[in-house]
T-cell receptor, first 113, second 113 residues
Framework: EPEVTQTPSHQVTQMGQEVILRCVPISNHLYFYWYRQILGQKVEFLVSFYNNEISEKSEIFDDQFSVERPDGSNFTLKIRSTKLEDSAMYFC???????????FGDGTRLSIL | AQSVTQLGSHVSVSEGALVLLRCNYSSSVPPYLFWYVQYPNQGLQLLLKYTSAATLVKGINGFEAEFKKSETSFHLTKPSAHMRDAAEYFCADPSGSARQLTFGSGTQLTVLP
């Protein structure tokens, strides 16, 4: 069964550095999402992407965040200048049609030092 | 704004006992609803989905959930718990404008031998 894949599985970065999290959604999916889960907290929506543009974003997704789909397969989340509070598990998800469930990757654990 | 409430952040049951994990939604329109499971250090896996075709939904691993519009509930049950069911369970509502998921706060299920 096709899967959403995320790399790296764990990223350690110094505060203030830029970080790029990568995702390869399922190939025939059309809607793409990033979520984060701070340790011990619930999963929170960050941003959705459809038709090569952001379709919705949460309050968390401020100017430090950006997303890109540079080619037909990758979907990236960039944090421009990381803060300690960005430490979390980041999940990518993709969706084929709006009445279907989202498929999640295994996540990238981001640790900011 | 839609919200999903999970009562009980931690539930402990004995192996072989009934599992009941509670979820209430607040969306004003009949929603799709999902239950996801997260095993330790893994991503989110779809357990089951409600898409209005039937109020009693069967999922993987022997889990099922019943959609009750009158109670705005979508509780998850399993007749007989197994040790491998120990995980965190999330109820999720995809009623966002971009079909983004709003997650409940999660319920950690512990299965006692």
């Amino acid at each position: 069964e096709p899967e959403v894949t995320q790399t790296p599985s764990h990223q350690v970065t110094q505060m203030g550095q830029e970080v790029i999290l990568r995702c390869v959604p399922i190939s025939n999916h059309l809607y793409f999402y990033w979520y984060r889960q701070i340790l011990g907290q619930k999963v929170e929506f960050l941003v959705s992407f459809y038709n090569n543009e952001i379709s919705e974003k949460s309050e968390i997704f401020d100017d430090q965040f950006s997303v890109e789909r540079p080619d037909g397969s990758n979907f990236t989340l960039k944090i421009r200048s990381t803060k300690l509070e960005d430490s979390a598990m980041y999940f990518c998800a993709s969706l084929r049609a709006s009445n279907q469930p989202q498929h999640f990757g295994d996540g990238t654990r981001l640790s900011i030092l | 704004a839609q919200s999903v409430t999970q009562l009980g952040s931690h539930v402990s049951v004995s192996e072989g006992a009934l599992v009941l994990l509670r979820c209430n939604y607040s969306s004003s329109v009949p929603p799709y609803l999902f239950w996801y499971v997260q095993y330790p250090n893994q991503g989110l896996q779809l357990l089951l989905k409600y898409t209005s075709a039937a109020t009693l939904v069967k999922g993987i691993n022997g889990f099922e959930a019943e959609f009750k519009k009158s109670e705005t509930s979508f509780h998850l049950t399993k007749p007989s718990a197994h040790m491998r069911d120990a995980a965190e369970y999330f109820c999720a509502d995809p009623s966002g404008s971009a079909r983004q998921l709003t997650f409940g706060s999660g319920t950690q299920l512990t299965v006692l031998p």
